[in-house]
């Protein structure tokens, strides 16, 4: 899976005239946050300067909880719903998780073998052709012939890992500083 950072999803049910909830989430095609918002990079805020913002995430980012707390760090991630969905795992608030490479394991290839001969032409008479890993000499007696022997080939690849991003576009993730007050549920 590739790098995460579990929020919480709402539908808005209401007008938005007022304003936007304190810490709502939004995307942002532009870099700079508008005013009343702040981008999601994991910065640290004080405690007295944005209180409200406080009362609703408190240090669930990071933070002391005595002077300051922190952001949501969604920078080369994907935001994804806290709370689980029908089979799928359960994604706790704040959670984060994924990799950025994944290098497979043997038992997660499909099953494949790798067919492989060597075709021998003799002419007529005794020839040693070669020695099988098994130490059994191959050999030619007679007329001209040929012989198609059977080869195991070596294991190839390595253990590296190969990207695990689907195709994406970066864009600017901002909290909402200022704004209303979500009601609890």
């Known amino acids: ?5 579990a929020l919480n999803a709402i539908i808005a049910l209401s007008d938005e005239a007022d ?13 700079a ?4 918002w702040a981008r999601c990079d994991g910065q ?23 002077k300051a707390f922190a ?3 969604l920078r080369g991630r994907v935001a994804i719903a806290a709370g689980r969905g029908p089979e799928l795992t359960t994604r706790w608030l704040a959670e984060s998780g994924g ?13 494949h073998e790798h067919d492989a001969s060597i075709r021998v032409a003799t002419a007529p008479g005794t020839r040693s052709l070669m020695a099988s890993s098994a130490g059994v000499a ?16 070596e294991r190839i690849g390595g253990s590296d890992g190969h990207s695990n991003l689907q195709p994406y576009m970066a864009l600017t993730y901002i909290i909402a500083c200022r704004g209303r007050l979500p009601e609890p549920d």
């Not at 909830?21 to 095609?29: D, H, K, P, S």
């Open 1 to 5: 899976m590739q790098p995460y950072l």
């Open 19 to 31: 304003g936007p909830f304190i810490g709502e989430v939004r995307v942002l095609a532009g870099a």
């Open 33 to 36: 946050a508008p005013d009343g």
């Open 44 to 66: 640290g805020l004080a405690i007295d300067e944005f209180g409200d913002l406080y009362s609703v995430i408190g240090t669930t980012y990071g933070g002391d909880g005595r």
């Open 71 to 73: 952001l949501p760090d």
């Open 99 to 111: 990799e950025m490479t994944v290098a497979l394991r043997e038992d997660q290839v499909p099953t």
């Open 138 to 153: 191959i050999s030619a007696i007679g007329a001209a012939s040929q012989h198609a022997v059977p080869v195991v080939t």
